[in-house]
T-cell receptor, first 113, second 115 residues
Framework: EAQVTQNPRYLITVTGKKLTVTCSQN?????MSWYRQDPGLGLRQIYY???????DKGDVPEGYKVSRKEKRNFPLILESPSPNQTSLYFC????????????FGPGTRLTVT | AQSVTQLDSQVPVFEEAPVELRCNYS??????LFWYVQYPNQGLQLLLK??????LVKGINGFEAEFNKSQTSFHLRKPSVHISDTAEYFC?????????????FGTGTRLKVLA
């Protein structure tokens, strides 16, 4: 089954404790992206990747890191999480950028206390 | 810079009534336009998209949208809604020629279908 998976689905952590949210797709998509969803703000793009070893900032990259060492995986790293990073995070992938629809993962609800 | 505006944060409508969810965008270059739906506790899934050609686009579940370049709008419509259409709907834009490859989403419209 074609899908985007994220782990963990729920995470409660404390300020400053490094964490990684994994994202994997099995569709051989070139483009992958991370979003955060906050009430009243919709989805905002954090980082995206055009292909392996090619990443770029979205609109809200501060406090986040990403890497794309393999085509299927695109982990999101929070080196020192803060409470303002409490949010619902979505990973998405598409065949290539712009032209094609994105397929979204089920989301990761992160709480930073 | 591109932006997407969904003016209506919530739209209540009775079952079997028509509905229109509004989306306006701003961009200095050609864009691709998308509507996504998010059911409770789920990720987003594509309803329809406009890339080029006919300005009236038909999607899944009986939804359609019309691209209006002069008004920079891409409103979503359904002639008769069902209870199961209750969800949040997001309009999104990607720029076709800028080379930035970003996606910009609107703030979403919660559609609540009443019995």
């Amino acid at each position: 089954e074609a899908q985007v998976t994220q782990n963990p689905r729920y995470l409660i952590t404390v300020t400053g404790k490094k964490l990684t949210v994994t994202c994997s797709q099995n569709m051989n998509h070139e483009y992958m992206s991370w979003y955060r969803q906050d009430p009243g703000l919709g989805l905002r793009q954090i980082y995206y990747s055009m292909n392996v070893e090619v990443t770029d900032k979205g609109d809200v990259p501060e406090g986040y890191k990403v890497s794309r060492k393999e085509k299927r995986n695109f982990p999101l790293i929070l080196e020192s999480p803060s409470p303002n990073q409490t949010s619902l995070y979505f990973c998405a992938s598409s065949l290539t950028a712009s032209l094609y629809e994105q397929y979204f993962g089920p989301g990761t609800r992160l709480t930073v206390t | 810079a591109q932006s997407v505006t969904q003016l209506d944060s919530q739209v209540p409508v009775f079952e079997e009534a028509p509905v229109e969810l509004r989306c306006n965008y701003s961009s200095s270059v050609s864009v691709y336009l998308f509507w996504y739906v998010q059911y409770p506790n789920q990720g987003l899934q594509l309803l329809l998209k406009y890339l080029s050609g006919s300005t009236l686009v038909k999607g899944i579940n009986g939804f359609e949208a019309e691209f209006n370049k002069s008004q920079t709008s891409f409103h979503l419509r359904k002639p008769s809604v069902h209870i199961s259409d209750t969800a949040e709907y997001f309009c999104a834009v990607s720029e076709a020629t800028s080379g930035t490859y970003k996606y910009i989403f609107g703030t979403g419209t919660r559609l609540k279908v009443l019995a």
